[in-house]
Every structure is written in structure tokens, then in C-alpha cells.
């Protein structure tokens, strides 16, 4: 990719982000009474106008808006792809390959619940087109076999064909998904460093590792805090990837034998030593706050197309992650001073 | 040309005479208000005035009643008025609307059957291909019948539910939505029902005035729509009827309600203790007499005024003082921030460079008359001060096109003027003079930046802030530093020995490390003590501070080469006009000398325009100016029909 083409990438990711919400738009939503209110909000005053542009804010269902917002988030990224023509790189497909395998999780987990028909209705359709597999055929399957077939000639199939039920009839969830999550893992990573070199690389592996980093911190963290899982147990569903924690540090802190003890460990540690308060009640909050400022301190200094346009990517969920706390607070009742607390901006 | 000197303002009186003495202030247009209990505090003696504003309801309903009517309310002079008290105007009020409201109430009700219809309409309109009367298809007993629009990601997931007793038509589609019936078995209506919520069908609920086919229901709608349109038409001209007979006496008691309304809701701003009222405020020192005998009818109102500096709980505000060249060169300071009372008001020397650079940049005879007349007759028209402005640029850049030999480009229609003049040529052909312009340029560059040095060393011993006139980057050091720089340099460039040992400590060195330690050494000025961080901290903040100031001494200087560039834009443009209208046949190259003209001004005077700006911003402004001051807002009626 010549250099004028990564600069304008980099022109238009910056020119997107210009379009976030601000605090004030954030402001205004959480004192909305109703999901109609929000909707109408986003249709009048900010960017999500043209995904709601058919909208009829009065009747509009909560399901139906989050999915367009979310729908919203895709176009952005796949807008960005397209452009310059970055979609004939591999790397550049990692969302796509990232829901696949969100996909086909869920399936399992409907699968896991008898809810086989619940996976429909959750299915994004717009991801069909771009799907390596058929997804409305991953819709029909009825069993862990038919999902397999599906997804046989995609590599996919290779980490899970060896997975077998257990007595019940039931597939362990957590060991698919830290397979499926590895193997993404591994994906992204060959992917960076077969496409790109140097500081884009370098700053794409950084990115990818801190958010590994973090993942890893907040799901041992649960495991220990509301589980109560065995060290070896949380090792094994832990994904096996170190960015900034080496992974004796990480194993240091899946060893405390108390919570207070996983928070002082974690106090020590790089990420430790940037949160500024270390509770049960904000820690999963400010890790997310984390990645936020990676995001956007990448942003503003990178002059790299594919790390701008992941950096981007991500705020722009996150920001669908604000709103669905919002419409979902709004639905529940909950004071508007509660809502603005779980936000991340 | 500075900023205007005020008066504190104390006004104190008996309760009942306050009415009389907010109208006072509002009238005398010079009175800029601040709230009493900052200076007076609280203690349980201490109230302030905040009781409901009787004048809200009556406004409320005045403006109501011009909404319903569809009428804008005006500010406009209400002397002739007779009503006086509330009630009156809240009498009068009332029997318009009483008159009015059963033409509203009709006006209402159409306007609501209007939008069903045309709701209605919108539905059918994308069920047209359905050929089937709705009456029968809702008489049907076995089977549910459902009208409405499926999203287009969800209609892709039908095919999962092919399986399933319902049949799925559509008769419309767009880029979001699928629009159409699906037909269901009674008997598994509920159940395809929740599938299709979950595919977040929408339905639409066909109005019982829909009969026959989508077609005939079409017809018949839109002729009972136009049917109610007319008659909607027909009233609105009666209330047009009314209106125009009681327009000018609604506008009157309209104004005349705001005006008491606003001054009422002055009192909040109003402490009182004991049955006295304090009021507090800034007068313009020159328009203070004027003011104390507005109030000399009141028997128990004594005004006192004093000099803001006396009491240093409140900061005066700005009100900026300027001549006539400078004055509409205040809304360039205004758009950075106003300065603080008492400081340097810097719109005359933003006027004088603003005014030179653009018309070094912009520089041809012709284009600034244009500019200058152009500007003339919109400034009359509309008192826009962005156009007062450009009739000094204008102007300007018509002196600086004389300079150049410039005339809408031409560069000879000027030289018998020169040879008149005694030249044995054209003095100054800009595109044979690169070097000279880029010099020049950046001369022009280190004389501003000097100039602003000499303003921040003079407002700085002003106001007292030694760090910042001495040892700052702006103040004696850092002109000392770079003025030692450029003189060495321009000396070395002329061939003498400048840059001696002594020189370079002396006026080098020395200013550079006193700016390193600049903090302390301002506080020893201030006979304060320094209170530093530890050692690497000073050494590694400061040592990156005055790195930073290194850089943007050259940087600065530097950012002045663009007024050269514009100046060497600028000809070469017109340079390719004139070619092209050379090029053009005999007919053709006026047309594209005009064009080219109007092009060139266009494009070019707006981005010398802002330039120009930016300059004045980033690389003068950082180095004298901070901003930071309040508006002089006087206390006035603001007749917009909205209330806060």
C-alpha cells in the first residue's frame, strides 16, 4: 500500500472520529424517558441519522435499534476497508472473522440450552453476504455434527472437530471458545506480520496484546471473584497470548489466594499502575477505560491505515456499547446518574 | 484605543421604589449587572429576591396565542398602549383567544385528521399491488391477516422459517424495508406472530375508513384529504382576518409584558436586608453622571460609585474602546476572548497588521477596489463588520497593488504611470523578485514577533508579573535571545564578526539560562518562596520548556514565509489568467479575464483572509495576549417570543 493511500485512510479514520458522540450528545441521552426518545435523538442529532434515516422512531423496537447501530459500527469499518481498497488484504477481514467465530459460539450456546431457534432472531443478517460459511445454514443445525458441517471447509472446523460432548450431551462452551479465540489470535497475528512490518506492526501487536493483556486480567478476575475456579481451571481457559504481562506475572495473579491479594498483584503491574482505583466495583470499567485511551492516543499520533482503522473501529463499538447501556438503562428505569457511570467516553 | 473604564455601581433604596429603579437600569442601556449577594454574602438578615414573576403567565399566554394563530410577535414601541396594569393585558389577552379558539379548535382537529390521512396514505401507497378488497380479507374467519413492513436484514432470514404455516407477500421494498401482508392459520397465529416480532415486523393498522382495494382506498382518501385541505385553508384565512385586526395591539401589549417581564426577573440579582434593596453593577466611568441622575426622582435611592480596583471580589468586565479604523477588527479579538479588564486592548494592533499583511498578500490596484467597493455597499446595507473590514483590506491591498504594478493582473497598465513618475521602468516585478519577497517576509516575521515581545514585557510590569516580563520567552530574556540571534545573523550575512565569546554568553547564553530558571527566579522577584518538586523534575520540565521555546522562535519566524508565498501565489495566478485570455479568442478573453478575476479573489482573499487570521492567532497572539475577560453585557429587554 504506497503512502498517499495509507495517509488518506489515516485522513478519513481521523474525519470519522470527528463524528463520535460528545459528552454533551451523552448528556442529553440519558435524561431520554424512553427508547423512542433515544432513537429519536440519534435520528435527529448525530451520525447514526442516515442508519435511522427509515426509522419510525415511535415504533421502533429496542431489538431492532441496537441491531442497526450495531449494523451502523460494520458499515464504518467496511466503508474504511473498501476505501483505497484495503479489503484485498487479509488482515483487513479480522472483524468478519472475529463475528464468524462469535457466531458460531452462540450457536453452540443455543445448542448448550436446547434454544436452537433463539439463534435466528440474534443471527446479524448483514454479515451473511461476507460470511466464509453459510450462516443461515448454521441457523438450521440442530446438532454440534451439523454445525461442523458447516463450517467444514473453514478453519474452524479444525479446532473443533476434536471437541466431544460430555455426559450430558454438552459441549464445553469455555474450552470452544478459548480455542476459537486462539486460533483468531494466532489469525491476527500471522496476518500482521505476513501483511505489514515495522512500526505498524509493532503498534497493531501492541494493541492486540493489550486488549489479550486485559481480557485475560478481567476473566480471571470474574473467575476467582464470582466462581471461585481452581488456579489450574482459570490457567487453561485463559487465552495463551502475553502482551505487556509476561506470563508469569499473569500466573502470579491468577495464584492470589483472595481478592485483595489479586489487587495488590495487579497493583504492581504495568496496567496495575495505570487504573486509579483498584476495586471490585470499577476494575472491569477502568480496564475497558484502558483500552479506550490506547485507542485514541493511537489515533491521534499513528500514520498507519491498518492501525488507525482498528483503533477506530474499536471506539466506534465502544460507543454502540454506551448507547445499548443507555437504551437497556432507560428501559429498566434506572436513574440517569447510574446510567452515566457504566459509560465509557 | 484601550479598554473602557468602569464604575462599581451601588444602588441602594427602599423595597418599593425597586420596580422603578430596574426600568431605570434598563433604560439608561449603560448598566452591566452582577449579583448583589457575592459581595454582600449570606447571613439570615440577607435576602434575595426571588419571588415568582407575575408577569409569566400573561407572556405565556400571549405567546401561546400567537403560536396558534401562526403569528410572529415583534418588539415594537407600546407608548400607545392604554392598558397599564397586568390584569388589563392578561384581560385582553384572554378575549383574543376566546375569540380565536373556536377557529383553533376546528384548525386542531383537521390538522389531526389531515395527518391520519396522509399517514394512511403513505401505508397504502406501498400496498398497491395488493388487488384484493381489504374488506374481505379482514372478514375472513380462519385466517389472520397481517399489513405491515419487514426490515430488509430480517426478510433474509425467512427462509429459516419455510418450515412454518405462513405465507409472507410483498408488493413493495426499498433499501430498508420489505412492505407486504403475511397469512397465518388462526390457529398458529400467535405463535407466527412472535416470530415475526422477533424479526421485528412492524405492523400497520389499516384505518376503518379504508374500504375497497388499496387502489380504491387511495382514490377516496386523497379526495376526502384535499376536501379537509381546502377547508383547513379557508379558516386559516379567517384567523388571518382576525390577526390583521388585532396585529399592532398584540405586538404592543406583547412588548410591553417582555419589557415588564424581563425587568422583574432582574431581581434576582437583587439582595435586600431590612426592607432596603442592594443592587449591584459596572457603569462606564465616562457615562456614570449620566447615570446617577436618572435616578434623582427617587427619594430614597442613593447611588454610589467607586473605582472596581477598591474591591477585588469582583472582576470588572471588558468593554473594548476602539477608534474608527480599529472598530470592527474587535470581532477577531472577541472570537479568541475578550481581554481582562485593565489589560492591553490589542484590536488597533491587530487592525494596523492585520490590515498590511492582507494587503501585502492580496496586493493588485484593481482587486482591492473591487474588494473595497463590494464591501462598501454590503457594510451599508447590513452593518456587517466582516464587510467594514474588508474595505481597509481593500484598500490596503489597492495601495500594495500600486506598489507591485498590479491592475487585475496586468502588469504593464501601470508602467506609463512609473516612467511619468520618474522610473526608468516598472519599480517592482514580483516574480523576478523571489528572493527579495521571501526576505522580506520573513523580515516583516521577526519585526512582529519583536513588536509583541516589547507589548508582553510592557503588560507584564503592568500587571506585575515579573516571571513572565523578564524571564519569560516573550519577555526581556527572550528578546534579548532572539533579538541577539538575528542581529548576529543579519551581521555575519553583511560580513562582520558579531558572534564574539562575550556576545554569545553575554546575550545568549545568559537569557537562555535565566529562562531555565525562570520560576524561581520570578518568585524571588515576588519575594515569595519557590516550591519545586525535586531537582529532576525542575531539570527534566524546564529543560523541555525552553526546548520547546527554541522551536517556536524558529517555527514562528519561520510561519511568516507564507505572507512571501502568498504574495508569489497571487501573481503567478494572475499570470495564468492572462495567459488563457490570451489564448481565448477576441470575444472569449474578457470573459475569462472577468472569471478568472472572480476566481482568483475568491479563493485567494479567502485564504489570505484566514492566513492571515492564523497568524495573528498562533504565532503573535501566544507571545502578548491571553484573553480571559468578561463581556460588558448592559442590562437590556430581549423581545424574542421565547421564555427561558
Request: hydrophobic content about 40%.
Amino acid at each position: 500500500m504506497s503512502a498517499n493511500s495509507s495517509n488518506a485512510v489515516v485522513a478519513k479514520a481521523r474525519a470519522i472520529y470527528g463524528k463520535r458522540l460528545s459528552e454533551a450528545d451523552y448528556t442529553e441521552l440519558v435524561r431520554r424517558q424512553s427508547v423512542s426518545e433515544v432513537a429519536d435523538y440519534l435520528k435527529r442529532s448525530t451520525h447514526y441519522r442516515d442508519i435511522l434515516a427509515a426509522v419510525d422512531t415511535n415504533t421502533v423496537h429496542r431489538g431492532y435499534l441496537e441491531d442497526l447501530l450495531r449494523k451502523n459500527t460494520f458499515a464504518i469499518y467496511s466503508g474504511l476497508c473498501k476505501f483505497q481498497q484495503l479489503d484485498k488484504i487479509e488482515f483487513y477481514r479480522y472483524d468478519i472473522v472475529n463475528k464468524e467465530i462469535g457466531q458460531i459460539l452462540r450457536c453452540i450456546l443455543c445448542l448448550n440450552t436446547d434454544s436452537e431457534d433463539d439463534y435466528i432472531s440474534s443471527l446479524p443478517a448483514y454479515l451473511i453476504q461476507h460470511a466464509r460459511f453459510d450462516l443461515l445454514g448454521l441457523a438450521k443445525a440442530k446438532s454440534f455434527d451439523d454445525i461442523l458441517a458447516v463450517i467444514r471447509h473453514t478453519g474452524y472446523y479444525d479446532v473443533l472437530k476434536h471437541v466431544k460432548p460430555d455426559a450430558n450431551g454438552k459441549y464445553d462452551y469455555t474450552a470452544c471458545e478459548v480455542a476459537l479465540r486462539t486460533y483468531y489470535l494466532r489469525w491476527l497475528g500471522e496476518n500482521v506480520s505476513k501483511s505489514f512490518s515495522g512500526k505498524t506492526a509493532h503498534d497493531l501487536r501492541f494493541l492486540i496484546l493489550t486488549q489479550v493483556d486485559l481480557i485475560n486480567i478481567i476473566n480471571s478476575y470474574r473467575m476467582k471473584t464470582y466462581f471461585n475456579t481452581p488456579v489450574d481451571d482459570i490457567k487453561a481457559s485463559m487465552l495463551p497470548f502475553y502482551g505487556r504481562l509476561s506470563e508469569k506475572k499473569l500466573t502470579e495473579l491468577y495464584e492470589a489466594p483472595d481478592n485483595d491479594e489479586f489487587m495488590r498483584r495487579l497493583g504492581r503491574t504495568y496496567y496495575g499502575r495505570q487504573l486509579s482505583q483498584l476495586d471490585d466495583d470499577s476494575l472491569e470499567k477502568q480496564t475497558t477505560e484502558l483500552r479506550y485511551k490506547y485507542a485514541k492516543i493511537t489515533l491521534r499520533v499513528s500514520q498507519s491505515a491498518p492501525v488507525s482503522l482498528y483503533a477506530i473501529h474499536f471506539l466506534f463499538e465502544l460507543e454502540v456499547e454506551n448507547l445499548i447501556s443507555i437504551i437497556e438503562g432507560i428501559r429498566y428505569q434506572v436513574p440517569s446518574g447510574y446510567i452515566e457511570k457504566l459509560l465509557i467516553k | 484605543m484601550s479598554i473602557e473604564k468602569m464604575e462599581l455601581v451601588n444602588i441602594v433604596g427602599m423595597n418599593d421604589e425597586l420596580d422603578g429603579v430596574l426600568v431605570k437600569c434598563c433604560q439608561s442601556n449603560c448598566f452591566h449587572i452582577e449579583s448583589a449577594s457575592q459581595l454582600l454574602g449570606s447571613s439570615k438578615h440577607v435576602d434575595v429576591l426571588s419571588e415568582d414573576n407575575p408577569y409569566t403567565q400573561p407572556l405565556r399566554n400571549i405567546i401561546s396565542l400567537a403560536s396558534a394563530m401562526d403569528f410572529k410577535l415583534t418588539g415594537v414601541d407600546y407608548d400607545e398602549l392604554e392598558m397599564n396594569s397586568v390584569d388589563e393585558l392578561d384581560g385582553y389577552i384572554k378575549e383574543v383567544t376566546e375569540l380565536s379558539a373556536d377557529i383553533n379548535a376546528r384548525v386542531k382537529l383537521l390538522s389531526e385528521e389531515i395527518a391520519q390521512r396522509k399517514h394512511a396514505l403513505r401505508q397504502l401507497k406501498h400496498l398497491k399491488g395488493l388487488d384484493v378488497d381489504f374488506e374481505k380479507l379482514f372478514a375472513c374467519e380462519h385466517i389472520k391477516i397481517r399489513f405491515g413492513k419487514l426490515p430488509f436484514d430480517s426478510y433474509k432470514k425467512l427462509d429459516y422459517y419455510s418450515d412454518k404455516p405462513v405465507f409472507f407477500f410483498t408488493f413493495d421494498n426499498d433499501s430498508d424495508y420489505y412492505w407486504g401482508l403475511y397469512m397465518v392459520p388462526a390457529v398458529y397465529s400467535d405463535g407466527i406472530d412472535d416470530i415475526f416480532k422477533s424479526l421485528y415486523f412492524e405492523r400497520v393498522r389499516i384505518p376503518d375508513f379504508v374500504k375497497g382495494t388499496a387502489s380504491n382506498a387511495l382514490e377516496e382518501i386523497t379526495e376526502e384529504l384535499n376536501r379537509e385541505q381546502s377547508e383547513l385553508d379557508e379558516l386559516h384565512k379567517q384567523i388571518k382576518t382576525m390577526l390583521d385586526e388585532h396585529q399592532d395591539k398584540l405586538n404592543m401589549a406583547f412588548s410591553k409584558l417582555k419589557y415588564l417581564h424581563d425587568n422583574f426577573d432582574l431581581r434576582r440579582y437583587v439582595t435586600s436586608i431590612n426592607g432596603k434593596f442592594y443592587l449591584v453593577g459596572f457603569v462606564p466611568e465616562a457615562q456614570s453622571k449620566k447615570f446617577i441622575a436618572l435616578f434623582d426622582e427617587f427619594s430614597s435611592v442613593s447611588v454610589v460609585m467607586k473605582p472596581p480596583e477598591l474591591d477585588g471580589r469582583v472582576t470588572p468586565p471588558t468593554k473594548l474602546k476602539n477608534g474608527l479604523f480599529s472598530r470592527p477588527f474587535s470581532m477577531f479579538v472577541e472570537m479568541y476572548g475578550l481581554p481582562e479588564y485593565g489589560t492591553f486592548n490589542p484590536t488597533l494592533f491587530v487592525a494596523i497588521t492585520y490590515t498590511l499583511m492582507f494587503g501585502i498578500m492580496f496586493g493588485d490596484l484593481g482587486q482591492g477596489l473591487v474588494l473595497t467597493i463590494g464591501a462598501a455597499i454590503l457594510a451599508a446595507k447590513t452593518h456587517n463588520k466582516l464587510a467594514q473590514i474588508a474595505i481597509r483590506l481593500g484598500i490596503s491591498s489597492s495601495i500594495f497593488g500600486l506598489v507591485y504594478g498590479s491592475v487585475f493582473g496586468n502588469e504593464e497598465l501601470l508602467t506609463p504611470m512609473y516612467l511619468a513618475m520618474g522610473f526608468k521602468e516598472k519599480p517592482f516585478e514580483v516574480l523576478d523578485r523571489i528572493p527579495v519577497i521571501l526576505g522580506g517576509a520573513i523580515a516583516i516575521g521577526v519585526l512582529l514577533i519583536l513588536t509583541t515581545m516589547i507589548i508582553n514585557i510592557i503588560t507584564g510590569f503592568k500587571n506585575a508579573d515579573y516571571e513572565r516580563a523578564v524571564f519569560g520567552n516573550s519577555g526581556i530574556c527572550g528578546l534579548t535571545f532572539f533579538g541577539s540571534l538575528i542581529g548576529g545573523a543579519l551581521g555575519t550575512l553583511l560580513g562582520a564578526k558579531v558572534f564574539s565569546v562575550p556576545y554569545v554568553l553575554g546575550l545568549i547564553i545568559l537569557p537562555l539560562i535565566l529562562m531555565f530558571l525562570r520560576e524561581p527566579l520570578g518568585c524571588l522577584m515576588k519575594k515569595k518562596k519557590y516550591k519545586a518538586e525535586g531537582i529532576g523534575d525542575f531539570i527534566a520540565s524546564n529543560f523541555f520548556e525552553v526546548f520547546e521555546f527554541l522551536l517556536g522562535y524558529a517555527t514562528n519566524t519561520l510561519s511568516f514565509i507564507r505572507i512571501g508565498g502568498f504574495v508569489l501565489s497571487h501573481a503567478a495566478m494572475m499570470k495564468v489568467v492572462v495567459s488563457l485570455a490570451e489564448m481565448a479568442s477576441a470575444g472569449g478573453s474578457p470573459v475569462v479575464m472577468v472569471l478568472g478575476n472572480i476566481f482568483v479573489m475568491a479563493m485567494e482573499g479567502m485564504l489570505v483572509g484566514i492566513q492571515v487570521l492564523r497568524l495573528q492567532y498562533y504565532e503573535m497572539f501566544s507571545r502578548y495576549y491571553t484573553g480571559g475577560g468578561r463581556p460588558f453585557e448592559p442590562v437590556k429587554v430581549n423581545f424574542s417570543a421565547e421564555l427561558e
